[in-house]
């Protein structure tokens, strides 16, 4: 019984340490972007509601077959696609779902991702982020077609050229990443990278390699954040530092010559106290 607590402190401590975790999680994942959202308005929502009107968009066009075509041209980007071209469509494939996953469940991710990230990042690196991450994803797919199948590990088929993009869900799992990492969550990190790794091995597809690369790039991007470049000639270029201005010596003090002035000038200086001998 005596050795019990002893045997009970590294549970005791592996609980606090867990708790302040999860509490650290908490605030900076949920109450500090609410505090934002309260002190903003819906104002701080317009990428979450831009990107997830723009889903629903074009997940209604692609219900017709007119649509459907008019959606492929406008943001559907496969590997076979030229190379201009796919970066010409890449932004707008972020709006174009999947159509073999259920699209309400996709908007609510979407929407949560965005939102998130535009109260915590701003909207400027939250468009950078999902931008950046989906691309580094959709060139990545491109290489490994090229490496062929079986290349080095990563090679794909000719076959998956005519595979369409993730679309959209590149970018939610990017901002996610990109969240969890610079607002230290481990537990939506867990949840996000898992996620990723037990889909490319239950479903080995290009949509599962993709997210993996995402994933990737935001973790490259979430270490970077907040740090500048710092080239080696940039101390040389720099101006050289403006020196204070030196104040002006002060001339000495000069009594008058005439008598008289000096005289009131004693004067006084025995009013003041200040008699000399």
């Known amino acids: 019984m005596a050795g019990e607590p002893g045997a009970l402190r590294p549970l005791v401590r592996a609980a606090r340490f867990t708790g302040r ?3 650290g ?14 002190h903003r308005g819906l104002s701080g929502l317009l990428l979450a509601f831009v990107a997830a009107s723009g889903v629903i968009l074009f997940h209604d066009l692609a219900q017709h077959p007119a649509g459907a075509t008019w959606v492929r041209r406008l943001g559907g980007v496969t590997a076979d696609l030229p190379l201009w071209l796919s970066l010409l469509r890449t932004p707008v494939s972020l709006y174009v ?8 469940a996709g908007i609510t991710q979407l929407f949560l991702a965005f939102a998130l990230a535009e109260l915590v990042l701003g909207r400027a690196r939250t468009l950078a982020v999902a931008y950046v991450t989906t691309l580094a994803g959709t060139l990545t797919a491109r290489l490994m077609i090229e490496l062929g199948p079986g290349r080095w590990g990563i090679g794909l088929p000719a076959e998956y050229g005519t595979v369409l993009d993730t679309g959209p869900s590149a970018a939610v799992v990017g901002l996610f990443t990109y969240l969890a990492v610079v607002r230290r969550a481990p537990v939506v990190f867990t949840l996000t990278g898992g996620s990723m790794v037990w889909e ?3 479903v080995p597809n290009l949509a599962g390699r993709e997210h993996l690369v995402a994933v990737s790039a935001a973790i490259v991007l979430a270490l970077l954040h907040g740090r500048r470049l710092r080239l080696p000639y940039a101390r040389e270029n720099r101006p050289a530092p403006v020196p204070p201005p030196v104040p002006e010596p002060r001339a000495p003090a000069v009594l008058p010559a005439d008598p008289a002035c000096a005289r009131q000038c004693d004067g006084f200086r025995t009013s003041t106290g200040a008699r000399t001998p």
């Open 21 to 23: 975790t999860l509490r």
């Open 25 to 38: 999680e908490w605030h900076a994942v949920v109450v500090d972007p609410v505090r934002r959202l309260a």
């Open 97 to 104: 779902p999947a159509l073999d996953l259920p699209v309400w």
């Open 200 to 202: 490319s091995i239950a």
